[in-house]
């Protein structure tokens, strides 16, 4: 974000990274970009549905048995609600979930899970789960996988709070 330095009309120099910030950043690019290709290549392979159709799935099979309203599980998995409306749409057509009218006000839509949802959610977990303890919690110890935790949610405080997410 460039911009006026504040009380000044000039445009601000960027704040360059050093060395060891663009290797981190580097390292961290290649990994925000590997781990999800990582997931949809296990998930694809293990149960024929992508990571994101994953998410829906997991969240679904999580919720109260009469399913939960598909605004509800847009803001639990922090997507917009219109990439959650065609997902919902497309998983429909596969089979894997069902949406009817909220039976409480007839104004939203609840999301279930058919049996061929459950299923693939059945399937896909085991090996899901050894993805990403191999990939994420066995190279780290109790101490780094703490660590890790705090920084990323720093992190993600900052952008939050900054408006970059």
């Given amino acids: ?17 050093s060395i060891e ?30 990571g994101v159709e994953y998410a829906v799935l997991a969240a679904v099979s999580e919720a109260p048995p009469d399913g939960v309203r598909s605004g509800d599980l847009a803001a639990l998995l922090e997507w917009e609600r219109s990439r959650v409306s065609h997902l919902l749409r497309r998983m429909e057509c596969k089979g894997l979930v069902t949406r009817c ?46 660590q890790l935790r705090v920084s990323l949610q720093k992190i993600r405080t900052a952008a939050v709070e900054k408006g970059l997410w």
């Fill in 1 to 17: 974000m460039s911009g006026p330095c504040e009380g000044d009309a000039e445009p601000c120099e960027p704040r360059w990274l």
């Fill in 21 to 50: 910030e663009q290797h981190l950043w580097l390292e961290l690019r290649e990994f925000a970009s590997g781990l999800p290709r990582a997931i949809d290549r296990q998930l694809s392979q293990d149960s024929g549905v992508s």
């Fill in 101 to 146: 009218a909220a039976s409480d006000d007839g104004r939203g839509q609840d999301i279930s899970l058919t049996g061929a949802g459950w299923d693939t959610v059945r399937a896909a977990a085991p090996g899901h789960v050894t993805l990403v303890r191999e990939a994420i919690f066995d190279p780290l110890t109790p101490e780094e996988l703490a």
